[in-house]
């Protein structure tokens, strides 16, 4: 099943999950049947709260999963994951469907309004309306504002909106 998930995409799921170690994690995971965390923790090196965060995090989405025995012993609960490869397509599509929805706001809002820039590193371009407000006058830099293209974004945003719409079959 594992074979069907390349690399690049279990790394931007891993990335996803918004720590650096995830994908060290995830790695180790995929060449793993089972294991548990502190084995995980031993042998990544990652400490082993951010093992559990991050194993929870995975869980939450349903990209790992739990097993819990009993220690015989201790009498403690041992937790055992497992990566969940036939999840992971589910996500990424998921994923990329929230994507697709911010990118087409913000293409909207790229293609209905007329921006305006004093041109000064740091500063930001403001819309048509609000530049009137500001008598063409940055609110930052107080530099004059003047009339800032935006055909370029609106392309790059109109072609990575097409492209994740093909991905998505929509
Ligand atoms: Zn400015």
Redesign the pocket.
């Known amino acids: 099943m594992l074979s069907t998930i390349d690399d690049a995409t279990l790394t931007k799921v891993a990335m996803a999950m918004g720590e650096e170690e995830a994908v060290v994690l995830v790695e180790h995971l995929k060449n793993i049947d089972e294991t548990t965390d502190d084995e995980i923790a031993n042998t990544t090196g990652i400490r082993l709260n951010l093992v559990r965060k991050i194993l929870y995090k995975l869980y939450d989405h349903s990209l790992v999963s739990l097993r819990r025995t009993r220690d015989p012993k201790t009498g403690w609960f041992i937790f055992h994951w497992k990566l969940q490869p036939d999840q992971l397509e589910g996500f990424i599509l998921s994923q990329k469907r929230r994507v697709l929805e911010k990118l087409t706001v913000r293409l909207e809002y790229e293609k209905n309004h007329d921006f305006y ?4 590193l ?3 371009r403001v819309p048509f309306e609000d530049a009137v407000e500001l008598v063409f006058h ?6 004059p ?1 003047s009339h800032c293209a935006n055909e370029h974004l609106v392309a790059r945003l109109s072609e990575k909106v097409e492209q994740l719409r093909n991905e998505l079959g929509e």
Request: charged residues 15%; proline residues 0%; hydrophobic residues 20%.
């Open positions: 820039f004093c041109n000064t740091g500063c930001k940055c609110s930052v830099c107080g530099k504002l």
